[in-house]
T-cell receptor, first 110, second 110 residues
């Protein structure tokens, strides 16, 4: 079966711009969670969506937002990009005890 | 503060050696994950534990709920096991929000 698909794989943006990342979960998985990985902070939880509702949120500024569509696909948006937003952004979809991570989107802010 | 501590940070082994990675956490959890991350970023979920022990091939994961401690063992290690291994916990009443350890970078030399 298809895995978790994240697009794009790589992205370069300029400070001040905004960016939208996409995550398509495994079919049937209704929970999608997002994570940021940086060399300094490691992996950190951003937010989780379940059935189009945000169920949990990490400690990130309001510039980071997300949404989930009726087909469980999720997007996250970062507005007014800062250099420190350069990171690998990972999403994971889950159903009960089955968890699958995507390959991530590597965002570079210049 | 809910924390997850992993040790060691780095580990080098000769092919065939037995490897142990440790993870300790501070308060009650609903589940603990062991993840593997290869260069390039993609994460693979190896195990999800809430009690006892699980085995998959040469990998064994154990958890002691009373001691708030989990271990990941790699038997007969192989160079392809070289990766970063990360434990992540789901705190009780925190849904699918994961808190991650700092990771253990494993290098297996032939």
């Amino acid at each position: 079966k298809a895995g978790v698909t994240q697009t794009p794989r790589y992205l370069i943006k300029t400070r001040g711009q905004q960016v939208t990342l996409s995550c398509s979960p495994i079919s049937g998985h209704r929970s999608v969670s997002w994570y940021q990985q940086t060399p300094g902070q490691g992996l950190q939880f951003l937010f989780e969506y379940f059935s189009e509702t945000q169920r949990n949120k990490g400690n990130f500024p309001g510039r980071f937002s997300g949404r989930q569509f009726s087909n469980s696909r999720s997007e996250m948006n970062v507005s007014t990009l800062e250099l420190g937003d350069s990171a690998l952004y990972l999403c994971a979809s889950s159903l009960a005890r089955e968890w699958t991570f995507g390959s991530g989107t590597r965002l570079t802010v210049v | 503060k809910n924390e997850v501590e992993q040790s060691p940070q780095n580990l080098t082994a000769q092919e065939g050696e037995f490897i142990t990675i440790n993870c300790s956490y501070s308060v009650g959890i609903s589940a603990l994950h062991w993840l593997q991350q290869h260069p390039g970023g993609g994460i693979v979920s190896l195990f999800m534990l809430s009690s006892g022990k699980k085995k998959h091939g040469r990998l064994i994961a154990t958890i002691n709920i009373q001691e708030k401690h989990s271990s990941l063992h790699i038997t007969a290690s192989h160079p392809r096991d070289s990766a970063v291994y990360i434990c992540a916990v789901r705190w009780e009443a925190a849904g699918n929000k994961l808190t991650f350890g700092g990771g253990t970078r494993v290098l297996v030399k032939p």
